[in-house]
């Protein structure tokens, strides 16, 4: 199984630029044709949060027709600049949104791992928070299936990176989050979006991981006191590849037109000197 992960789109309005330089949209036009041009083809794409960047109802009507493209499933979770309101007027009709209740997190049992999305967004702050109702879903689904492979994905990521700036605004209760994680050993990782860059840690267990972003990147700035800076770094998704008796692979995969690629062997069979 391949999933592939989109995060940080922030989609504006038409017209409109993120911090009035970034046009996020044709960045994500551009990740959708990356990604429906990738052999093998990915088996569905989760898209971890700030999908939009005001919580707008015009952004997500034009994310939806940003996605439309894509031609297998994708399940979209709420980041700090989503709304849960809008979010869930213009994605309900794919239906796998809960019918009831405040949060956006769900599991999704069609495919050879299980997909599970967490919604960490607190309206008004930059970092993120589950609480006890939401933690206590993910321990009972968690407990229905002891023995299938699990991918949980969620935008604000429950470690500390070394990014300051980002570092302040992370899933304030990570811990409660991980001391559920620990006791599962059929989760194979989790994955989440927010700082705008490919880091991977060892956490409870299992193996934490954060998407780049479809357009700017958050600025790698290891200094503490660090400044919390964007920068027009290539864009990236990350596919993650699932095989019976190996596991979850993450690759991160870039966007755009790069030189090569190239043989390393020649015709003859010996490695070009
Ligand atoms: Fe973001
Ligand atoms: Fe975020």
Redo the contacts with the bound molecule.
Sequence with gaps: MLIAQIS?THIKPEGRLAYRRVDTALFLARCVEHVRGLTPAPDVVLVT??LVDAGLEEEYVRLRRLLAPLPMPVYVIP???DARAPLRNVFGADGYFPREGEYLQYAIEDHPVRLIGLDTLVPGQ?GGRLGPERLAWLEARLGEAPERPTLVFM??PPFKTGIEGMDVQWLEDGEALGSVIRRHAQVEGVTC??VHRAIHARWCGTVVTTAPSSAHQVDLDLRQPGALNWVMEPPACLLHLWRPGVGLVTHTSHIGDFPGPYPFYGPDGRLID
Excluded: A, I, S
Aim: glycine share 28%; aromatic share 0%.
């Design positions: 940080d949060g700030d980041g700090n600049h930059p935008h604000h979006g927010h």
